[in-house]
């Protein structure tokens, strides 16, 4: 018999993302009105968005900086209890930094960093959204009106960062977190390239694949998923037509069988639209799937070879990108 | 502060289900014909079929009998500490029945009945599902080839059971296994004349609806989940090709969203074929959305009236029916 | 061997339409913001629409009145000679008016009715259109930029009139303008109660359906075409967010097998979002089916029984209706 | 004023195919298998091939021989009367071979050839298909029964011939035999290295691409249709699940914006599947659209690269490949 994480369900899902962009005012119109997202208030320099179904406050945080990249990434405990012990395991490990209030619509938050020094917040209060007369859902079970207007994402779907010791990383969203490592890549040196854990019946939430060019606190990319692959094709459509940079895609990812497309926006970070399906992970005694080099090599589900820049390119960029 | 279900994901997810039917041969021709489903194996007069992602022995076990209905519905709990807890609740509760073998692929089970009569049984150990080498999948992350012919159902998705107390059948999956209620029918007088629970992120697990005919034990359906909505309408066009009988739909549902197909196997049992898009529930807090008498009143999402065999037709048929 | 009729391909399509409405800025709003058609100039009081893949100045001409319903409706020749011979052919039969100014972007047109009165206008000249820079579309095979806002129709499907007297109605567009008849509908007493008629490969350019209430010169509905059954279903979700009044659907046709949503915008006229998949007629000898009274009582494709309203309603509006 | 090609309209559509495969038994498992096409007799060693909504005795006939490629191309004529027109004016322009019997279930059939080899036939009378009772499909409206395995083609759609010298090719198919040329190739030297024709209003059923190796009579692909996207994305799990070769795609071609899949058939044959959306060529006037060698440099229509084989992969094979 396999043990359950001691740590399982403590960290209910992924909530909201702070983001940087050096191109400020494309970037709030690529979230708008290309992704179909919108604005919830603002504060400071930085603006609050959603997609139609997120069910709190937001789900990005812009805000404008010289370099593109990511900020603090919050994940949502499942209750208080939950977060006053996971909040000790991480103290315990090392990795706490504090304390601080949350952003507008959440409450205390405490701060961490992951090996890599990527930026994280725990917290669990959380303010419901309230839709505004304009946006208010015709069925009530949905958070805010379906926009009609871009590619009209559904929800924040997962995040997937670089980091130099891919292993290390992981653990702490294994261990700390309770996270579940559903599937990897693993190098004929045995060591791991690529894991993606999950906090949720979904394949992944939290990624790490690792930086080939050994800089820390690196982004991959952001994803939002859409309903269907149908709407991801149409997403190439709209891209094409608004001028929106696309690496590559549509296709199929081997791993977790996503559908994908994955375009720029316009401050350099990259965003993946993705669609998993009706596939959901639901054996609690899931078994980790390693990918082994042979198998990357053949590249996607369907025989696409992956493009170079998805080894290359993060944000920051590196010095000289 | 929203108080945390103790018993909190202790029960994974439903597992499988008893089915039966006085017409076996065109059943068991619906099923793997029409809905793209393998079989697995045999036991007595009973058949083991199975959807090509589910990743345990089989999900539904086939049996012949004079009349349709549903007979023992099993859900996996995380892990055998989960189990035993479940098992001490439901015992205490004086609903439980005792130890069983599991079927083929299953390990120890403990049967129980809900108020209504419906036969449960909980089990933590499962044989992960070995495929052959003319079923093996392309992608390892895959419990079995994709089959290509017929609806292709990606997986067992829900139960919904006739109930004449929801309220009481309700309490059990939310107060001895764990659920959690997302979404109910409130009449007018206060009563609770549908409940949608959840064990997973999906919007719902398993579902009791009023039984008008105030007959216990009854089957309203079992689902099955595709992964678009474009395989629904596909499944239209293959019903009718095929012969199937479609009771109502494509359309979609205002409770949960849910894209859907109603046919009838030729046992008499109804089957849905649901996609939920990439709806999830993630919400730690969620809250029950309650549904009125005037909302149910406009039918289904897109104002299809609701067709009045699904108030009436149930498994077993009612005396007459 | 059949005899091609010798009118064959001298009307190469059906080009624009003359919509009345009650309610125009409401119906404006419709068009553009639910269809996501753009309007493309104004004369009078009336306001020119057009869809994304509409290579001519503009397919519908909206025009405020007291009651809504359909003004001329205009065929586009083949060329010249093509429209020389089809306006003898119509003289001859009795039934022209007489040449007048076409509408902006198109040249002379020669006005004629059928035998229930509705309004026709033939022409060949037309000034093909030119986007803006703002609308210019990525790709030079397209008329103008994919909107992504709304529903995006592609084009002008094709038009349904209601009838008095099917048969003398589409024998005018058999016999004088050449077009083939592809489905009927037939009543156990012989007589024709719908006629589907085709200028193209497509299954229906433009049909007569008897008007169950007698009355002439009236509108069933105008439909767009969407590129596949997923925008239909899309654009049923658009029109519960938006409150756009569904009448039926979505569904497919036995007939034609279209899928296909009907709403009716907010001067009262029908409007279909149609999609046949692949579906084209390319026979030259295509037999016409004939649907019984038998057939027709099984309902829509998939077993939907007709709504009544699709019998009864039209515009203009019946007295008391 | 155009002048309307006089042979306009003489061919109605392309009719059916000769296709040569040095693995005969593979191949036929490819086509009935994996395409879900059906066989409808043989002769001598060659195999008679139909999709679903084929409307004539068969589209494709299959036979073995050492070394794939294409034999005869049939287009079916429009009527009698333009059957011998055409055969006229192929005569007086010494391209023609002589009469033949038709292929089972088809008539006299006119034989000639393209300057660069290529064999075509000419036909008019055309048996139409008769479904058995197992394959009778529910709508009477449509060939044969919608198989539900496989693929599921729809119906053959296109041809694109490799020749030596495109526009001594495209002049016979447009002067000769009437087709509209919808969109070229134009290379900066003037010359034209693709050309897409038509006899109706789909964008093209026949093309010339520059055969980059100089070989004469080579094929580049046939296609056939599918109603939608989403059956391409279910062709591409397909195709990796029963280890048909992907070639590129799912992707979205810039000319003509079809939506494409290109596998390779066991005998060596390119085989496309292609979605044109709602997308027609309605305009009698439609000016052809050049493609620019800037333009083609962009890519695929989302940014795919061409693939190398793209441009020297044919049937037969070049010696050496």
Redesign the interface.
């Given at each position: 018999?396999?043990?359950?994480n001691p740590a399982?369900?403590d960290v209910?899902?992924l909530g909201h993302l702070q983001l940087f962009t050096p191109a400020f005012d494309e970037s709030v119109e690529f979230f708008t009105h290309y992704l179909g997202m919108r604005t919830h208030g603002s504060q400071g320099s930085s603006v609050f968005l959603r997609a139609w179904?997120d069910?709190e406050h937001h789900t990005i945080t812009l805000t404008p900086r010289t370099t593109a990249g990511i900020g603090r990434t919050h994940l949502?405990?499942?209750?208080?209890?939950?977060l006053q012990r996971r909040v000790e395991a991480i103290k315990e490990a090392g990795l706490g930094i504090g304390w601080t209030d949350g952003e507008p619509g959440y409450g205390p938050t405490y701060l961490f960093h992951d090996p890599d020094g990527h930026e994280f917040g725990l917290y669990?209060?959380?303010e419901?959204f309230q839709p505004e007369e304009d946006t208010r859902?015709?069925?009530?079970?949905?958070a805010e009106?379906?926009p009609?207007?871009?590619v009209c994402v559904?929800?924040l779907?997962h995040v997937n960062f670089l980091g130099v010791d891919v292993e290390a990383n992981r653990d702490v969203l294994r261990d700390l977190l309770g996270a579940k490592v559903t599937?990897q890549i693993v190098l004929d040196d045995g060591s791991v390239a690529g894991s993606w854990t999950t906090f949720?019946?979904?394949g992944y939430d939290a990624v790490y694949t690792r930086d080939r060019l050994g800089i820390t606190g690196r982004l991959h990319h952001i994803a939002f998923?859409?309903?269907?692959?149908?709407d991801i094709?149409r997403a190439?459509?709209?891209?094409?037509?608004?001028?929106v940079f696309?690496e590559?895609?549509?296709?199929?990812h081997?791993?977790?069988?996503t559908?994908f497309l994955y375009v720029y926006e316009p401050g350099g970070n990259r965003i993946e639209l993705c669609?998993?399906?009706?596939?959901?992970v639901?054996?609690?005694?899931w078994?980790t799937?390693d990918w082994t080099e042979a198998e990357r090599a053949k590249g996607q589900?369907?025989?696409?070879k992956t493009i170079e820049s998805f080894h290359t390119h993060g944000t920051p960029p590196a010095p000289g990108q």
């Open positions: 018999m396999l043990n359950r399982a369900h209910a899902h179904d069910y949502r405990a499942a209750d208080e209890d939950a669990y209060e959380s419901w859902p015709a069925l009530k079970n949905q009106a379906y009609g207007a871009g559904r929800r779907d599937e949720t019946n979904k998923a859409t309903d269907s692959r149908a094709l190439a459509d709209l891209a094409l037509e608004q001028d696309i590559t895609g549509p296709h199929k081997a791993i977790q069988q559908f669609n998993a399906g009706a596939r959901l639901l054996a609690p005694d078994r799937i589900a369907w025989g696409l």
